[in-house]
């Protein structure tokens, strides 16, 4: 079974950053692909970007050229990193594996961004 522990949330201004962390632990990692997901209160969890096993990336739209989703295979980890950040980035920060025919999700991190 797959568990996914995430860290490196918090309250940050606007225009600055975090990086997100989270740690798998079970077999086959590499293998995985890997998201992040974002869940604002009074709407709906949302994909924010994803990672194959191969390294290959997307990112939603409103994310992209801020954000940048990375994997350490060797650490079995994956890195949200999040550049000049914006109050509609906050939310509670969700990383997502999907093995096989089930997903699993991290507990869950708060991101705020305010002044």
Do not use: H
């Amino acid at each position: 079974q797959v568990q996914l522990v995430e860290s490196g949330g918090g309250l940050v201004q606007p225009g600055g950053s975090l990086r997100l962390s989270c740690v798998a632990s079970g077999s086959f990692f590499r293998l995985y692909a890997m998201g992040w997901y974002r869940q604002a209160p009074g709407k709906q969890r949302e994909l924010v970007t994803r990672i194959s096993s191969s390294g290959s990336t997307n990112y939603a739209d409103s994310v992209k050229g801020r954000f940048t989703i990375s994997r350490d295979n060797a650490k079995n980890t994956v890195y949200l990193q999040m550049n000049s950040l914006k109050p509609e980035d906050t939310a509670v920060y969700y990383c997502n594996a999907p093995v096989s025919f089930r997903d699993y999700w991290g507990q869950g991190t708060q991101v705020t961004v305010s002044s």
